[in-house]
């Protein structure tokens, strides 16, 4: 499997695959309206164009072949010394085959050579992620609720891993 970064030519790819997995994702989670308001919010094609043309936001994909398996991105410096993970998500049924340990290990590379020293992350309280995330060595730092419009409001745990240099 090879992971390789995504530019403003493969938005139309994002916002597909992550048609295919927001909704199993947070379905238990979300109402179907806060589910359709964040997906426009974060996956539309201006949005994406946005984040990757104007906020400084890398994204990965996860190929093999002409297979997409998943996708990521990260800001690098989000903050002194530490690389900010925006999102991380593995197709459904591509879920406990390594993808996401690769997506992860891909932005620690990147984070690392960057000279960044940590990486943080949110995650939804209710999110199963979160047993992902501590397993590959994130702790908790905090809680955040992060309102996004329309009424909606994001219930996150704030997550950190330090990158150890050799």
């Given at each position: 499997m090879?992971?390789?970064?995504?530019g403003p030519t493969d938005t139309a790819l994002i916002n597909s695959l992550a048609a295919m997995v927001w909704e199993?994702?947070?379905r238990e989670i979300l109402t179907k309206a806060q589910?359709?308001?964040?997906?426009e919010m974060m996956y539309s094609h201006a949005s994406l164009q946005e984040q990757l043309q104007h906020k400084g936001h890398q994204f990965l994909l996860a190929q093999e072949g002409s297979s997409f398996y998943g996708f990521a991105s990260y800001e690098l410096n989000s903050k002194p010394g530490a690389t900010?993970?925006?999102?991380?998500y593995v197709l459904p049924e591509s879920q406990g085959r390594g993808v996401?340990?690769?997506l992860l290990k891909a932005i620690e590379r990147e984070a690392a050579a960057a000279?960044?020293?940590a990486i943080t992350l949110n995650?939804?309280?209710f999110n199963k992620a979160f047993h992902f995330y501590t397993k590959t060595g994130f702790?908790?730092?905090?809680e955040e609720d992060i309102h996004i419009g329309n009424g909606y409001l994001m219930e996150d745990f704030i997550m950190e891993k330090q990158l150890h240099t050799l």
């Open positions: 090879e992971i390789r970064k995504a199993p994702t947070y589910l359709d308001y964040m997906f900010k993970i925006h999102k991380l996401g340990a690769l000279g960044n020293t995650v939804n309280r702790t908790k730092t905090g």
